[in-house]
């Protein structure tokens, strides 16, 4: 099975827990999720920011860009994880509430 296939099946087996659920509750947890996923890019992005910054400075320690790469890294990972979810609670919903920027 390749990794789009593994993902479809994966994705399939968890959208079951947002099918079930009002309307209104899931809309409210897709605002929520909304708002925690703009959170967690705009902390990414600082990270990211920091670790091109510091790749691009001969001063500062390869242990200290590894750590700046892998911090980026596994954020990215958990973007995805949480992003995957969000889509979840979307489809489920049929659609994409209205979340104003600067709402937060």
Known sequence: ???VEASEVEHADRRPQYTS???SELEALAISA???HRRLLAADEAVYEE???ASDDPKVPN???RTLQDEHI???QKSKAQQMELSDMLDALGFVPAVPIGDD
């Open 1 to 3: 099975m390749n990794d």
């Open 51 to 53: 670790w091109i910054r």
């Open 34 to 36: 909304i708002r925690e």
């Open 74 to 76: 596994t954020r990215q």
């Open 63 to 65: 242990s200290i860009r």
């Open 21 to 23: 659920m009002q309307k």
